[in-house]
């Protein structure tokens, strides 16, 4: 049977379980399942493919991620981000709706997850912008949208799947993600000053209030400035730092802060791991998936069919990248679509003389614009749950927002410059600078 016609009864048969409500990752593998049987492809090979999707050292960095996230929830710590916030933007128009975009700002630094984020968010922002008056529609809305800025500020794990996957520099991606995560907190920020509720705001907090907030806060503040601090530096990789940022708030956070929690830290551990079993099957299904529309050279189709309309157009084949990734990110998670569609990135990446990580930055910002868009729509859905209100009117209520992704996607498209700023002076090799022969500083593609 011709390759076009396996790939397209591949790609029915996913879609076809998905909208049954099979697990995206059983669905992924029935569509594998059926290539491998209609091509000449052993079934064994699928069966190694999918082990070596999660056969990756960089992937281990995941599931310490996911435990930091756990261990500051469930420990309680999450209340002294809050004052902090509260205390920094509770005085401004938006009230407690500026709060949840500063704590996300803050969180996301620790957990990587935007998952994560929305479960926290809404359990500690929630109930109060709901006594506050706030519409429930609302409040969906801004905590999901604001919770996608994990999906672009280190550590994300989002790119550390793709640093992993297509062997780009997760240290670079995370330094160039900092440009985008911001504009997307300030983009929300400004958005709820002018057009969101007014809320009720607080007092504005005297400087002594600020600084008693900062300091409570300072230890859990702490894991940013260490997962960061030590990646930079070159002391410990990505994973490493994941290590490093548990054992500070078992051995120093949860001591100093909450250690009647030391009982529960086992539960954590456990938790953790079984969070990290999701995304762990999916890249694995999604892995063997990804072969076989490279093997039946899927990708190649799709890349002729973007190159034929944009030629050699660096900005011309993110747009067309970005429309695809919009598209697929409404039905895919980010995890899955990234290691399935990572042999075309990779081909209009060299198509378009692109840099690998400003490509990165692009399409893991469509990837988290897709996590609040429908008819998927993960965090969106999860906050709509986690507030009591249909997916429907917290969809309504967020569709405005989209104005936000939209102005950060372009702005990263047509500035890299910009964006790829920080880690061209903090890690310019990651960024495939190289050290001038002359010896002193590097020499930098445009």
């Known amino acids: 049977m ?56 960089a992937l281990l960095a995941i599931p ?20 902090l916030s509260v205390s920094l933007v509770g005085h401004i128009r938006g009230g407690l709706s500026q709060v949840v975009v500063v704590f996300s700002m803050f969180f996301s630094e620790m957990s990587g997850s935007t998952t994560a984020d929305v479960a926290v968010m809404s359990r500690a922002l929630g109930g109060p912008m709901k006594r506050e008056g706030y519409e429930p529609a609302f409040i969906a809305a801004i905590i999901a949208s604001a919770s996608t800025i994990a999906a672009l500020v280190p550590p994300s794990i989002t790119a550390v799947v793709y640093g992993a996957v297509g062997n780009v520099s997760i240290a670079g991606l995370f330094m160039a993600g900092v440009v985008p995560g911001l504009m997307i907190g300030f983009g929300l920020m400004i958005y709820c000053y002018f057009f969101g509720p007014s809320g009720l705001r607080k007092p504005r907090a005297p400087l002594r209030q600020v600084v008693f907030a900062a300091g409570d806060a300072a230890l859990p503040l702490m894991i940013p400035v260490i997962l960061l601090g030590g990646i930079l530096t070159g002391w410990f990789t990505p994973t490493e730092a994941g290590v490093v940022a ?30 990290f079993s999701l995304p762990l099957i999916t890249i694995g299904a999604a892995n063997a998936f990804g072969w076989m529309l490279a093997y039946l050279r899927g990708a190649n189709y799709i890349a002729e069919w973007i190159t034929s309309i944009a030629g050699n157009d660096p900005h011309l084949i993110m747009l067309l990248m970005v429309l695809l990734f919009t598209v697929v990110g409404d039905f895919i998670e980010p995890v899955p679509t990234i290691i399935i569609f990572m042999p075309l990135v990779n081909a209009l990446t060299e198509a378009g003389d692109i840099n690998g990580v400003h490509m990165g930055v692009v399409l893991i910002a469509t990837l ?26 917290a969809l309504r209520a967020a569709l405005p927002i989209y104005v936000v992704f ?20 903090v890690l310019p090799e990651s960024v495939g600078c190289f050290k001038s022969p002359a010896g002193t500083g590097y020499i930098c593609p445009q």
């Open 246 to 275: 548990v054992a500070w708030i078992i051995l120093v956070v949860i001591p100093a802060l909450n250690r009647g929690h030391f009982r529960k830290i086992p539960y954590d551990f456990c938790l953790a791991g079984l969070i």
């Open 406 to 425: 939209f102005a950060t996607i372009a702005f990263a498209i047509y500035f890299p410059s910009v964006v790829l700023w920080l880690p061209r002076h």
């Open 368 to 393: 988290a614009f897709g996590l609040i868009t429908p008819p998927y729509g993960l965090v969106l859905l999860m906050a709509s749950k986690f507030v009591g209100i249909s997916f429907a009117k």
């Open 64 to 83: 310490f991620f996911l435990l930091v996230g756990e261990l500051m929830s469930s420990a309680n710590v999450v209340v002294r981000i809050a004052n």
């Open 2 to 57: 011709s390759a076009p016609i396996v790939l397209a009864l591949m790609s029915f048969c996913f879609l076809f379980f998905g909208y049954l409500g099979v697990p995206v990752p059983f669905s992924l593998m029935a569509g594998v399942f059926i290539g491998a049987i209609l091509s000449d492809v052993s079934l064994a090979a699928i069966i190694q493919k999918i082990f070596d999707g999660v056969d990756s050292e």
